[in-house]
């Protein structure tokens, strides 16, 4: 989950809120950039960060009480098995197609703990022929996944800054990432609060993105069933941006 702190309490985004906004931000990618199986690429954008949150496998707070931000989570091997087969086996229900982009995405998270772990290194060797079966099913090549692949790579770190309240104050760009036909993106926001993307990918000139955020008054908790019962019973607010090519609109 994503934790956003402030001296009134914390703001909670889940990770699947995340991916829905990454998936509007996708689906407002220029039309040059669309392939066939659009429609699935959608899904698999809005679905990349699906089945994170789990109080059963998993706590979520610190030793004081205080909510942990998903990047200051201590990852166990079999945590990441567990939900990599979980996404993966819910992705293979669709299609393929969604299958193979979060296959690649799981590699993007976690293909640097082969060395760490056998268990890991043996799941993505297993995906090999799982790629190369979707590639044959779907008749597309290796170039046209990593295209694929990078407008998901772009549009989930876009969610994640916007998510996480890091576009930087008027006049300061912040680097999103290399993605998209290998070019660099930036995002900054205006005099007006708009947000800019440059180079500018979208359909449209300006529009509209949100978000469900749920504010939860306390900033610390007892226990982990505490703070379960308390985000679950919260109602959710909307965050909303602008994204304005020009950003003076």
Request: some cysteine; overall charge positive; aromatic content about 10%.
């Amino acid at each position: 989950m994503i934790v956003n702190q402030s001296s009134a309490g914390v703001s909670i985004i889940y990770h699947a809120a995340h991916g829905l906004l990454a998936g509007k931000i996708a689906n407002r990618l220029k039309s040059e950039l669309r392939f066939e199986y659009w429609f699935d690429f959608l899904i698999a954008v809005s679905e990349h960060d699906d089945r994170q949150l789990n109080f059963e496998e998993k706590e979520y707070l610190s030793e004081n009480g205080i909510p942990i931000h998903f990047t200051e989570e201590k990852k166990k091997v079999s945590e990441i098995i567990r939900r990599m087969k979980r996404v993966t086996k819910s992705a293979i229900n669709k299609s393929m197609f969604v299958r193979l982009l979060i296959s690649h995405h799981l590699e993007f998270l976690y293909g640097h703990m082969r060395s760490e772990s056998k268990r890991i290194k043996n799941f993505f060797q297993n995906e090999k022929a799982l790629r190369k079966q979707a590639l044959s099913i779907y008749k597309i090549n290796k170039a046209e996944v990593s295209h694929a692949y990078q407008c998901l790579k772009f549009c989930d770190r876009l969610s994640l800054l916007l998510c996480m309240d890091k576009v930087p104050t008027p006049n300061r760009k912040l680097e999103i990432n290399t993605s998209i036909d290998n070019k660099t993106y930036f995002v900054e926001m205006s005099q007006n609060q708009n947000i800019n993307v440059e180079p500018w990918v979208f359909d449209i000139d300006k529009f509209e993105l949100s978000v469900e955020t749920r504010f939860l008054n306390a900033a610390s908790f007892s226990s982990e069933k505490k703070f379960k019962e308390v985000l679950e019973s919260t109602a959710p607010n909307l965050k909303t941006w602008i994204l304005s090519k020009n950003s003076k609109d």
